[in-house]
């Protein structure tokens, strides 16, 4: 099972008390501390946290910076974490943006957790599914014939995915924003959406167990019919009977 999350809300959550957003931040990264555990004990295959997109770099630059050391910070203390809990850690996303120590950061983090096998988690930072399909597409062979399943590798290379990932089956947004925000547009054609107000620092592993039960009792035909769906009247309806 793939799961992705939009973590949306922690300066909000911040504001919302009085405080700096870069508290809610600090506390953002506890609440994805907390729902990584959750989830692996739950058996979820793949774990995808869109932490920072591509429009992201608008935001202030202070809050920016601040974020970018929070990143830093959360690879550097998490990854023997990780290594404990077989843990593969990959971040996905645009790398040429980013500062050298946390670059290399990431790499370290990749390297140590590489032949972890028990959950894949990918931390999704300096993202845009617009920006990756186009640079899939220039990627594309003209002159062969391109399946779906071809372009979504093209799409893994350009967004230096380290393993084969399959669609997202659940997407979660927090915070009580009902849009996608650019994020895996190709991946999520098929999945179920779950759509919280609480508020990311809030989230923990009641509000990921809650998503879970939503979609276990959602019904995915993928555009087929089941065949208790289909119907076909037993006979003309009648033109004199009013619609329900």
């Given at each position: 099972m793939h799961v992705a999350i939009i973590m949306d809300g922690s300066g909000r959550w911040a504001s919302q008390r009085g405080w700096p957003r870069t508290a809610g931040h600090i506390e953002g990264a506890k609440a994805v501390?907390?729902?990584?555990?959750?989830?692996?004990?739950?058996?979820?295959d793949t774990l995808t946290l869109y932490a920072?997109?591509?429009?992201?770099w608008a935001r202030p630059p202070g809050e920016v910076d601040a974020l970018m050391r929070l990143f830093r910070k959360y690879l550097l203390t998490?990854?023997?974490g990780?290594?404990?809990?077989?843990?593969r850690l990959n971040v996905i996303g645009r790398r040429?943006?980013?500062n050298a120590d946390l670059l290399r950061t990431i790499q370290r983090s990749e390297r140590l957790t590489a032949t972890s096998a028990r959950m894949h988690l990918r931390i999704v930072l300096d993202y845009?599914?617009?920006?990756?399909?186009?640079?899939?597409?220039?990627?594309?062979?003209?002159?062969a014939k391109l399946t779906p399943d071809d372009f979504h590798r093209l799409l893994e290379e350009v967004d230096h995915s380290a393993l084969p990932v399959g669609p997202v089956d659940l997407l979660i947004r927090t915070g009580g924003e009902k849009r996608l925000s650019d994020?895996?547009?190709?991946e999520v054609a098929y999945a179920e959406l779950h759509f919280t107000d609480c508020l990311w620092p809030d989230f923990d592993?009641?509000?990921?167990?809650?998503?879970?039960d939503d979609y276990t009792e959602r019904h995915r035909r993928f555009g087929a019919l089941t065949a208790e769906a289909r119907w076909e009247p037993a006979r003309p309806p009648d033109p004199n009977t009013p619609c329900a």
């Open positions: 501390r907390a729902v990584v555990d959750a989830a692996a004990r739950a058996a979820v920072f997109s591509a429009a992201n998490e990854t023997r990780c290594v404990a809990q077989s843990i040429d943006r980013l845009s599914s617009h920006d990756s399909i186009v640079r899939a597409a220039w990627r594309a062979d003209r002159t994020f895996m547009l190709w592993e009641e509000q990921l167990r809650c998503a879970l």
